[in-house]
């Protein structure tokens, strides 16, 4: 009994179904509407409201039309395309303000974020200089195909150009310096040592010059980290370690930075009067040195090499590193630390760093296993006359004809001081 109800319940449902699915009966002698089959047992198709043709009815002829017939005038418009925005013109969409697409798009934010990407300012009450500006306006670095947000495009120059080309700069100065080891190995005094020393450098001088390099290479090897140690140690030490190691290393270069800055200004005030162009600078650089020609180049206290480090290297590069490194840090006063400047201060940060560490690596190369002799002249002060003759001639014989003083300043240190060499003739 019960399947017999539930079957009379379900034919029932059917028949309600297909009813409500019947076309509305028409008048009597009405034209069927525009889309809708003919009569019954009629095979001629039905013609929509755009396709009507002149035919041979009486509307045609000019005879006015049954009571009741339905003309074209009288049919309606086709409805709207499924999937167009109701009440909304495509030619208007991107001018309507937020209020606008919510009463016809509940839900649709575009317009307002069309206006945070766009880098206009826009109210805010926070005193900050850039606090209405949620979003940079779009910016393209060179090298990047197309404009986008100014902070996404500084993250790709810098994690692309930036960083690719100063990683490979400093690998290819390290090969340079390796071949020439190799190669042509250690520059050697080819005279023997005659007992007699020089003071090249006096202990305050060498207490600068270590605080500079120390500090110089504490700053290299927390930069590098900083720089490359997500590409390189972070798949190896983990997250968690690396992130301990780096935080380690920022703040060691925070507080290292400023006691650079100090001993690089330091370093130009005792260095610069050594350390002007001379004549013979252009016929060591010709020769590059003694690398190129016979024999070996002229030079004073310092060659033109160590000149163009000085003037190069630490100071116009160590200053725009430090200069660039306070503005990261924000140590600058009354200045405006906008977003734009940031991003500028760090590229220049990259570029000044990278260059210096390139620079660097020729110079203690040759201050330590390039040069015979080199790096106990900084470690102890002094060097025999044999060396000075040989890389410094024009520097030794200002000391032999009394113009520079062979110990410029006695050591304190109970050492004795070197006596006086012999006048030659």
């Given at each position: 009994?019960?399947?017999?109800?539930?079957?009379?319940?379900?034919?029932?449902?059917?028949?309600?179904?297909?009813?409500?699915?019947?076309?509305?009966?028409?008048p009597?002698?009405?034209?069927?509407?525009?889309?809708?089959?003919?009569?019954?047992g009629?095979?001629?198709?039905?013609?929509?409201?755009?396709?009507?043709?002149?035919?041979?009815?009486?509307?045609?002829?000019?005879?006015?039309?049954?009571?009741?017939?339905?003309?074209?005038?009288?049919?309606?418009?086709?409805?709207?395309?499924?999937?167009?925005?109701p009440?909304?013109?495509?030619?208007?969409i991107?001018?309507?303000?937020?209020?606008?697409?919510?009463?016809?798009?509940?839900?649709?934010?575009?317009?307002?974020?069309?206006?945070?990407?766009?880098?206009?300012?826009?109210?805010?009450?926070?005193?900050?200089?850039?606090?209405?500006?949620?979003?940079?306006?779009?910016?393209?670095?060179?090298?990047?195909?197309?404009?986008?947000?100014?902070?996404?495009?500084?993250?790709?120059?810098?994690?692309?150009?930036?960083?690719?080309?100063?990683?490979?700069?400093?690998?290819?100065?390290?090969?340079?310096?390796?071949?020439?080891?190799?190669?042509?190995?250690?520059?050697?005094?080819?005279?023997?040592?005659?007992?007699?020393?020089?003071?090249?450098?006096?202990?305050?001088?060498?207490?600068?010059?270590?605080?500079?390099?120390?500090?110089?290479?504490?700053?290299?090897?927390?930069?590098?980290?900083?720089?490359?140690?997500?590409?390189?140690?972070?798949?190896?030490?983990?997250?968690?370690?690396?992130?301990?190691?780096?935080?380690?290393?920022?703040?060691?270069?925070?507080?290292?930075?400023?006691?650079?800055?100090?001993?690089?200004?330091?370093?130009?005030?005792?260095?610069?009067?050594?350390?002007?162009?001379?004549?013979?600078?252009?016929?060591?650089?010709?020769?590059?040195?003694?690398?190129?020609?016979?024999?070996?180049?002229?030079?004073?206290?310092?060659?033109?090499?160590?000149?163009?480090?000085?003037?190069?290297?630490?100071?116009?590069?160590?200053?725009?590193?430090?200069?660039?490194?306070?503005?990261?840090d924000?140590?600058?006063?009354?200045?405006?630390?906008?977003?734009?400047?940031?991003?500028?201060?760090?590229?220049?940060?990259?570029?000044?760093?990278?260059l210096?560490?390139?620079?660097?690596?020729?110079?203690?190369?040759?201050?330590?296993?390039?040069?015979?002799?080199?790096?106990k002249?900084?470690?102890?002060?002094?060097?025999?006359?044999?060396?000075?003759?040989?890389h410094?001639d024009?520097?030794?014989?200002?000391?032999?004809?009394?113009?520079?003083?062979?110990?410029?300043?006695?050591?304190?240190?109970?050492?004795?001081?070197?006596?006086?060499?012999?006048?030659?003739?």
């Open positions: 009994m019960k399947r017999w109800l539930a079957m009379l319940a379900m034919a029932l449902a059917a028949g309600t179904s297909m009813a409500a699915d019947a076309p509305a009966p028409r009597q002698g009405a034209a069927p509407a525009a889309g809708q089959a003919g009569a019954p009629s095979s001629a198709p039905t013609k929509a409201a755009g396709d009507l043709a002149p035919d041979n009815t009486a509307a045609s002829r000019g005879a006015p039309a049954p009571v009741g017939a339905a003309t074209a005038g009288d049919i309606a418009p086709a409805a709207t395309p499924t999937g167009a925005a009440r909304v013109e495509s030619i208007d991107l001018k309507q303000n937020q209020a606008e697409r919510t009463r016809d798009q509940p839900g649709n934010n575009a317009p307002v974020w069309r206006k945070v990407v766009s880098g206009e300012p826009n109210y805010s009450s926070l005193p900050y200089p850039e606090s209405g500006v949620l979003i940079q306006p779009k910016a393209q670095y060179p090298g990047q195909p197309i404009p986008v947000t100014a902070g996404e495009a500084w993250r790709r120059f810098r994690n692309g150009p930036m960083i690719g080309i100063g990683g490979w700069l400093i690998i290819g100065v390290l090969a340079i310096l390796a071949a020439m080891y190799f190669i042509k190995g250690p520059l050697k005094v080819h005279s023997p040592p005659t007992g007699r020393k020089i003071q090249r450098f006096t202990p305050v001088e060498r207490f600068v010059h270590w605080t500079t390099a120390i500090t110089f290479v504490l700053l290299a090897v927390s930069g590098l980290c900083m720089m490359f140690g997500k590409f390189l140690l972070m798949p190896i030490l983990g997250h968690t370690l690396f992130g301990y190691l780096t935080y380690a290393l920022k703040t060691i270069h925070n507080f290292v930075g400023p006691l650079f800055t100090v001993s690089i200004i330091v370093t130009f005030l005792m260095f610069v009067k050594d350390n002007f162009p001379i004549a013979a600078d252009i016929k060591w650089l010709a020769k590059l040195g003694g690398l190129f020609g016979n024999g070996h180049a002229p030079a004073g206290r310092f060659n033109a090499g160590e000149k163009l480090w000085f003037w190069g290297g630490v100071t116009l590069l160590g200053l725009a590193a430090s200069g660039s490194g306070f503005v990261l924000k140590l600058v006063p009354n200045l405006e630390y906008t977003r734009f400047l940031m991003q500028g201060a760090n590229l220049l940060h990259i570029t000044a760093t990278a210096m560490m390139a620079f660097a690596l020729g110079h203690i190369y040759l201050g330590t296993i390039g040069m015979q002799g080199a790096y002249a900084m470690r102890e002060g002094y060097v025999d006359d044999a060396w000075a003759r040989e410094h024009i520097w030794y014989q200002q000391v032999v004809e009394g113009k520079v003083p062979r110990v410029r300043a006695p050591e304190h240190d109970g050492e004795p001081v070197p006596p006086a060499a012999p006048k030659t003739i």
